[in-house]
Antibody, heavy 112, light 110 residues
């Protein structure tokens, strides 16, 4: 059974930082592009960014470029999302996914 | 950044057929955009139905199919069931740039 388990979410003040982690099991993790996708309360899905299988390429949506960084450790079957200079509008449920399997997501709330 | 457009809402009768579309402001959607389709029921995480335009997964009900139609990606649901009532999202890959979701289609089975 494939599992994707996100961790590291929570409440953070505007301007703060947070690091999300995602651990995968039951899949050939190192073969997949991994994506972070978010969903603000009551809104649609938004693609945040991705990383290629060997971690040498990353792409981001314009609104997070320069603030968010995606990395991975294939030895640990894990992908990470480093979020800096957080804004209220970054409040959302964050999912890590290879776009085939999905975890339950992680709440990130940016509020003072 | 390109804008991806979906019908905001559609209604289908039980047993009926409906087609959801996914267009791009950057031009025609082709197989090179590797469109994906996702279903999201209220309070649940998304579920992947279709990858790379028309590839189903083991869990994808046979009544769902993906295609290209008139310059757009399309998701066709045949013989709709009550449990198909959900939000549906398409995702388009823009090579070397990134990926963009459509705004989603709220499908009602009524």
């Amino acid at each position: 059974e494939v599992q994707l388990v996100e961790s590291g979410g929570g409440l953070v003040q505007p301007g703060g930082s947070l690091r999300l982690s995602c651990a995968g099991s039951g899949l050939s993790f190192s073969n997949y592009w991994m994506h972070w996708i978010r969903q603000a309360p009551g809104k649609g899905l938004e693609w945040v960014g991705n990383i290629n299988p060997d971690g040498t390429e990353t792409y981001y949506v314009g609104s997070v470029k320069g603030r968010f960084t995606i990395s991975r450790d294939n030895a640990k079957n894990s992908v990470y999302l480093e979020m800096n200079s957080l804004k209220v509008e970054d409040t959302a449920v964050y999912y890590c996914t290879p776009k085939v399997y999905w975890g339950q997501g992680l709440f990130v709330t940016v509020s003072s | 950044q390109a804008v991806v457009t979906q019908e905001p809402s559609l209604t289908v009768s039980p047993g009926g057929t409906v087609t959801l579309t996914c267009g791009s402001s950057a031009g025609a959607v082709t197989s090179g955009h590797y469109a994906s389709w996702f279903q999201q029921r209220p309070g649940q995480a998304p579920r992947t139905l279709i990858s790379s335009t028309n590839n189903k997964h083991s869990w994808t009900p046979a009544r769902f199919s993906g295609s290209l139609l008139g310059g757009k990606a399309a998701l066709t649901l045949s013989a709709a069931q009550p449990e198909d009532e959900a939000d549906y999202y398409c995702l388009i890959i823009y090579s070397g740039v990134g990926e963009v979701f459509g705004g989603g289609t709220k499908l009602t089975v009524l």
